[in-house]
């Protein structure tokens, strides 16, 4: 049939457009049904028609006496002969309508099956479509909270920079210390704000070993001073190399 050959295209195919071919296949199921109904019975007919004539050209007519006994039983004879035909095309009829019915239920049920796809189609349709603008809706919001977090961390790291060159400045150069040697003495000291964003950096950086060596440039109280508040760690076998506490673990 005509509509099983065809494809549910699910961005077009509507309810009302599987209800239309529903009908118009039982409309045609039905008119076929009376075609063949009036086929048969002329073919049969035919049939019926063409043996008897040539059965009759094949006898000699017999001339039958007109008493009632004889055109009796010549009726039953004649009654029989069309009730055998008749049972033949209601047999044939119910074979054909059978047959009729097991393709009309086939095509209801690949209808259904189509139907089917076609809903879960939209169902699947719908569900990415509230997915999409779900995680469109997520995705934005993260952005906008790491775009946050990340001018927070500028103004932390500015005020943490500001309040370390104020509170934790380098020691006076023109103050005369003590030093062993004059090479000593020509060594460049690191503030305390580039100590800790050099063990900042190597703990993110390398954190498998985040230790760094102590150098000369790396004023001897600041190091203490990290180490008495636990803000740095010394290495349990070489003491020359510290690391930052990784607070954030």
């Given at each position: 049939?005509?509509v099983s050959?065809?494809?549910?295209?699910?961005?077009?195919?509507?309810?009302?457009?599987?209800?239309?071919?529903?009908?118009?296949?039982?409309?045609?199921?039905?008119?076929?049904?009376?075609?063949?109904?009036e086929?048969?019975?002329?073919i049969?007919?035919?049939?019926?028609?063409?043996?008897?004539?040539?059965?009759?050209?094949?006898?000699?007519?017999?001339?039958?006496?007109?008493?009632?006994?004889?055109?009796?039983?010549?009726?039953?004879?004649?009654?029989?002969?069309?009730?055998?035909d008749?049972?033949?095309?209601?047999?044939?009829?119910?074979?054909?309508?059978?047959?009729?019915?097991?393709?009309?239920?086939?095509?209801?049920?690949?209808?259904d099956e189509?139907?089917?796809?076609?809903?879960?189609?939209?169902?699947?349709?719908?569900?990415?479509?509230?997915?999409?603008?779900?995680?469109?809706?997520?995705?934005?919001?993260?952005?906008?909270?790491?775009?946050?977090?990340k001018?927070?961390k500028e103004k932390?790291?500015?005020?943490?920079?500001?309040?370390?060159?104020?509170?934790?400045?380098l020691?006076?150069?023109?103050?005369?210390?003590?030093?062993?040697?004059?090479?000593?003495?020509?060594?460049?000291?690191?503030t305390?704000?580039?100590m800790?964003?050099?063990l900042?950096?190597?703990?993110?950086?390398?954190?498998?070993?985040?230790?760094?060596?102590?150098?000369?440039?790396?004023?001897?109280?600041?190091?203490?001073?990290?180490?008495?508040?636990?803000?740095?760690?010394?290495?349990?076998?070489?003491?020359s190399?510290?690391?930052?506490?990784?607070f954030?673990?």
């Open positions: 049939m005509s050959n065809q494809d549910l295209d699910p961005d077009s195919t509507t309810d009302e457009d599987i209800t239309t071919a529903k009908e118009e296949l039982i409309k045609k199921c039905e008119e076929m049904w009376k075609d063949l109904e086929l048969s019975l002329l049969m007919q035919v049939k019926c028609l063409t043996a008897e004539l040539s059965q009759w050209q094949k006898e000699t007519p017999e001339i039958l006496p007109l008493n009632e006994e004889v055109l009796v039983t010549l009726g039953k004879e004649e009654f029989q002969k069309l009730r055998h008749l049972e033949l095309v209601l047999s044939t009829i119910q074979s054909k309508n059978e047959k009729l019915k097991e393709d009309l239920e086939r095509e209801q049920q690949w209808l189509q139907q089917q796809i076609f809903e879960s189609l939209i169902a699947l349709h719908n569900e990415l479509k509230h997915q999409n603008v779900t995680e469109s809706r997520t995705f934005k919001e993260l952005k906008t909270k790491l775009h946050d977090v001018e927070y932390l790291l500015v005020t943490l920079s500001e309040f370390l060159e104020d509170h934790f400045p020691p006076d150069r023109n103050v005369k210390k003590k030093r062993k040697n004059t090479e000593e003495s020509n060594i460049q000291l690191i305390l704000h580039e800790l964003e050099i900042l950096n190597r703990l993110f950086d390398v954190p498998h070993d985040p230790y760094v060596k102590i150098s000369d440039s790396f004023w001897p109280p600041y190091i203490e001073l990290l180490l008495r508040n636990g803000i740095a760690l010394r290495h349990p076998e070489d003491p190399r510290i690391r930052l506490e990784a954030h673990q």
